[in-house]
């Protein structure tokens, strides 16, 4: 039993040392994780000054969408990078947005596209999809 | 121990061994979407999430290679239950809470319609698997010491 547990601490301390040099190797770039209304891209839709993606499912988007919204690619990272270059203008900011409060999706490509794109204004929209309905009913 | 028993074992610490290797293999090639992943939980503060976008990896990659370590086996058996058993928990909450999460499980790192039957069904299996392997190294080590 002791056995054991020495070897088990010691497995710990020998992750523990690779993650140390792991974060060394190859550090995650601290994301500013910004929030934006449904007014305030309202504002900047009119102004031209948002390039809105929409991290819903396919059929959802299909459904209805921000106007000019642009849908991640399901599986395809590197294509739905591709998009957003072709599409993205360097005075428009990035607004990203999932279904509602209770997702995720949009926070995490958030993070995705300023550790792969270096852009700094990379918005999500506060409350999501759901948000936007309210606002523009 | 039987023949059929050992090569039985033998392939199931192999199968783990391979798979723990891959899942770590695509959360190191890219640490940050496994960060995202992890905050998609909303489970840990950040402080906490992103030394874990490193320590799970390593942790994984050690643990696949000291299964062929015969010093280390039992050990590495044992702390791989316990990461099946927090990641499976770890979805488990997610899913009773209605949240849209990515499960960064082999680095994938956007899943709109999360399918959490399927993730703790797969967690589950791989925890059955190195629960045999615990009860069959001691069961061994019982047969060898008797």
Same mark, same amino acid.
């Given at each position: 039993?002791?056995?054991?547990?020495?070897?088990?601490?010691?497995?710990?301390?020998?992750?523990?040392?690779?993650?140390?040099?792991?974060?060394?190797?190859?550090?995650?770039?601290?994301?500013?994780?910004?929030?934006?209304?449904?007014?305030?891209?309202?504002?900047?839709?009119?102004?031209?000054?948002?390039?809105?993606?929409?991290?819903?499912?396919?059929?959802?988007?299909?459904?209805?969408?921000?106007?000019?919204?642009?849908?991640?690619?399901?599986?395809?990272?590197?294509?739905?990078?591709?998009?957003?270059?072709?599409?993205?203008?360097?005075?428009?900011?990035?607004?990203?947005?999932?279904?509602?409060?209770?997702?995720?999706?949009?926070?995490?490509?958030?993070?995705?596209?300023?550790?792969?794109?270096?852009?700094?204004?990379?918005?999500?929209?506060?409350?999501?999809?759901?948000?936007?309905?309210?606002?523009?009913? | 121990?039987?023949?059929? #028993?050992?090569? &039985? $074992?033998?392939? %199931?610490?192999?199968?783990?061994?391979?798979?723990? /290797?891959?899942? !770590? @293999?695509?959360? *190191?090639?890219?640490?940050?979407?496994?960060?995202?992943?992890?905050?998609?939980?909303?489970?840990?503060?950040?402080?906490?999430?992103?030394?874990?976008?490193?320590?799970?990896?390593?942790?994984?990659?050690?643990?696949?290679?000291?299964?062929?370590?015969?010093?280390? #086996?039992?050990? &590495? $058996?044992?702390? %791989?239950?316990?990461?099946?058993?927090?990641?499976? /928990?770890?979805? !488990? @909450?997610?899913? *009773?809470?209605?949240?849209?999460?990515?499960?960064?499980?082999?680095?994938?790192?956007?899943?709109?319609?999360?399918?959490?039957?399927?993730?703790?069904?797969?967690?589950?299996?791989?925890?059955?698997?190195?629960?045999?392997?615990?009860?069959?190294?001691?069961?061994?080590?019982?047969?060898?010491?008797?």
């Amino acid at each position: 039993m002791k056995r054991h547990i020495v070897t088990t601490i010691q497995l710990l301390c020998i992750a523990l040392l690779l993650a140390t040099a792991l974060a060394f190797i190859n550090p995650i770039q601290q994301t500013n994780e910004d929030v934006i209304t449904a007014k305030a891209l309202v504002q900047m839709i009119a102004e031209d000054k948002a390039l809105i993606i929409d991290a819903r499912p396919a059929s959802a988007y299909e459904r209805a969408h921000i106007p000019n919204a642009l849908n991640i690619i399901e599986g395809d990272w590197e294509q739905s990078l591709s998009n957003i270059l072709d599409m993205w203008q360097s005075d428009r900011s990035i607004v990203i947005y999932c279904d509602s409060a209770q997702c995720s999706t949009s926070e995490q490509i958030a993070i995705r596209l300023k550790s792969d794109l270096a852009i700094e204004r990379i918005y999500t929209l506060q409350g999501g999809w759901e948000a936007w309905q309210k606002a523009n009913q | 121990m039987t023949p059929l #028993r050992c090569i &039985a $074992t033998t392939g %199931l610490r192999g199968g783990l061994s391979l798979i723990f /290797a891959y899942a !770590a @293999i695509t959360k *190191l090639a890219d640490p940050a979407s496994l960060h995202a992943d992890i905050q998609s939980y909303r489970l840990l503060p950040e402080v906490v999430a992103l030394p874990l976008a490193y320590f799970i990896p390593a942790l994984e990659i050690v643990i696949a290679l000291a299964l062929w370590v015969s010093r280390y #086996r039992q050990s &590495a $058996t044992g702390i %791989l239950a316990v990461l099946m058993a927090i990641f499976t /928990a770890a979805i !488990a @909450i997610s899913w *009773l809470r209605g949240l849209d999460i990515s499960c960064g499980c082999f680095g994938e790192s956007r899943s709109p319609q999360t399918n959490y039957p399927y993730l703790i069904g797969r967690d589950l299996l791989l925890l059955a698997i190195a629960g045999f392997l615990i009860y069959s190294e001691r069961w061994h080590t019982a047969q060898t010491a008797g």
